[in-house]
Structures are given as structure tokens and as C-alpha cells.
């Protein structure tokens, strides 16, 4: 396998390893194992975690966009719309890790520039990919783009819901669902 084949397989495992453990709860060892590599080999293909976090965050953001591209292809407007919710929407099932990178990116970029930066960047194409396949105003694209980091958060919390227009009533009923329940103690069962 080509060095190239191996880099494209350690960008993918480290997404997968990074959505699920965070930048400092994974190792270079567990993903380089992933890939049936050894942990120096993998520093040849990025000579840092820093720089492998960068391009499973890069992975994430042009996963999204190949979601969203696909279910709007032939679409416009409302339509182009409706069919990027409904994809984006299954994602907890169909690729899950891409949402969970998402949120590891957020939470990374707090701290790291690099990260922020990259994060801003992909944020302002992804805004400008809604807008140019649907053609709707900023508040719909500022509105689509805000149900979806709700999803990515529902989904990190385990949060049983359903999709398209019936996911705000389905949050809302499991919220009523937990009423009374304000600290962890209040309800040690798994919720």
C-alpha cells in the first residue's frame, strides 16, 4: 500500500478516534493501530498529533459537505433545503462521527488558534455551500445551520429524538419527560 493509501486510512481512523476520545484523550498508538501501522511510521504520514487533528478536522468539515452537496444535487430553495435537513438529519445514524468530530473541533478550537482558525474558515464555507446550493436569505441559512449544531449537541447527550420537522417536538417532549429531574442525583438511572 502506498504512503498516500496509508495517510487517506490514518485521516479516517484518527476522524473515528478523535470523535469518539477528543484530541487529548486519543493516542497516535490507538490510531496508528487502527490502521495497522506502527506509532513511528504514523509520525512519517503527519509529523504531528497536532497536524493529524487538523486533517481528520478537515475530513470532517468536507464529509459534511459531500452530505449536503449529495441531497441538494438538482434542488434549489426550499427544496435544496428540506433535502439537506433530511440528510444532515441522519446522521446520528449514517455517520455519527462526523458530528461527534464537529463538537471535538468547537470544543478544541476554544484553546488552540490553528484550530480556531480552521474551524472559522470552515464554518464561513460551509455558510456559503448552503447558500449557494439552496439560494435562501442568511436567516433561513442562519436557522438551518442552528438546527444542526442542535443535533450534533442531542446526539453527543444520547438524547433519544427524531428527525426533520418533528425533532424540536421530540426534544422538547423528552425535556418534559425529566421534569423534576435537575442534578445528577435527582436520577441516578441512565437517562
Known sequence: MSAGARRELAVE???AEFAHGGYDGTSTWTIARRVGVS???MFRLFPTKHALFLAAAERCFDGIEDV???AAAGLHGEDAMAAMAEAY???PLDEPDLLRMQ????AIAVRDEEVGRLGRIRWARLWRVVSELSGEEPGEIAGFLSAG???NVVTAFGVPH?????????????????????????HPDPL
Open 13 to 15: 481512523a484518527a476522524m
Open 39 to 41: 506509532q513511528p511510521y
Open 68 to 70: 449536503l452537496r449529495a
Open 89 to 91: 438529519g441522519r446522521l
Open 103 to 106: 463538537l471535538k473541533v468547537h
Open 149 to 151: 449544531l442542535l443535533l
Open 162 to 186: 427524531a428527525t426533520g420537522d418533528d425533532l424540536p417536538r421530540s426534544i422538547a417532549d423528552w425535556a418534559e419527560g425529566l421534569r423534576g429531574v435537575e442534578t445528577l442525583s435527582d
